[in-house]
């Protein structure tokens, strides 16, 4: 996905690379071009490094590697490890199991893998000091999953496009969203890497699912869960509130849902 808005005053972006993705910001009004906003940056930037040293699965040394391995307990995580684990324990809850924070290993061992949860916290949380800003429109975009806000009710929304997941070149649709999040779970970009955790296999039948709500946390863990559900996602989606947004099937056919608070 990519954002761009329609009208542009003194608005200014910025990338980073942090989480093994790219993390890009889009300012707008006020504090675009101010001292203020470059701080408020540079906060967001250390919160989503200070998460990545956390809940890397990457490193050896990070709180979840050692944990999943057994060397330290959640009591000797820093809180916001048992606030992830939490949202994962619901998330697996709410989608019948499909999506689960823990996954069977290739040694058959149970591994902790709490990603699915993390992106999407982490960005909602890294977005907090920008959102603080007055007068000041913003949209933090991780790997393609957004927080966006409008401050200024007569400035135009950001524009949200959706990829078509069978040719990354085209777009599908554009979202308007003034205060909100937008998620995308699928294949374009990343290959194969979301499976069914009741079952360890890859989910059939879908290619891409992009859901628009109130937060990136959930909304980020429904585009997952749904993804996971394969053929069953979009049922699954309509018993979510406050929810809406789009799945793109493995045949090319695209259908929407809900209605976004």
């Not at 707008?28 to 490094?49: D, F, K, M, S």
């Not at 823990?102 to 909602?124: I, N, Y």
């Not at 007569?154 to 979202?175: K, Y």
């Amino acid at each position: 996905m990519s954002a761009v808005a329609a009208a542009r005053p003194r608005t200014t972006r910025q990338v980073v690379q942090v989480m093994g993705m790219p993390i890009s910001l889009a300012l707008r009004g006020r504090h675009a071009t101010t001292p203020a906003g470059e701080r408020a940056w540079l906060e967001a930037v250390a919160t989503l490094r200070n998460v990545d040293r956390v809940f890397s699965t990457y490193r050896a040394d990070s709180h979840v590697s050692r944990l999943g391995r057994g060397e330290i307990g959640l009591a000797e995580c820093p809180p916001e490890v048992a606030e992830v684990l939490a949202i994962g324990e619901l998330a697996r809850i709410q989608s019948g199991g499909a999506f689960d924070v823990r996954r069977p290993g290739p040694d058959g061992r149970t591994v902790l893998d709490p990603s699915g949860v993390v992106k999407g916290w982490a960005v909602e949380r890294a977005a907090r000091a920008l959102l603080a800003l007055d007068d000041t429109d913003v949209c933090l975009s991780a790997g393609g999953d957004m927080v966006c806000h409008v401050a200024d009710p007569d400035r135009d929304p950001w524009l949200v496009g959706i990829e078509d997941p069978h040719d990354p070149s085209r777009v599908l649709a554009r979202v308007p969203i003034r205060h909100g999040a937008v998620a995308t779970s699928g294949t374009a970009h990343r290959g194969t890497h979301i499976v069914d955790a009741r079952t360890g296999a890859t989910a059939v039948g879908v290619a891409q699912v992009t859901v628009v709500g109130a937060d990136l946390t959930w909304t980020d863990v429904d585009a997952t869960a749904a993804y996971a559900l394969g053929a069953g996602a979009l049922a699954w989606l309509a018993t979510r509130t406050g929810r809406a947004g789009l799945v793109v099937w493995e045949d090319g056919r695209c259908e929407t849902f809900g209605r976004a608070a």
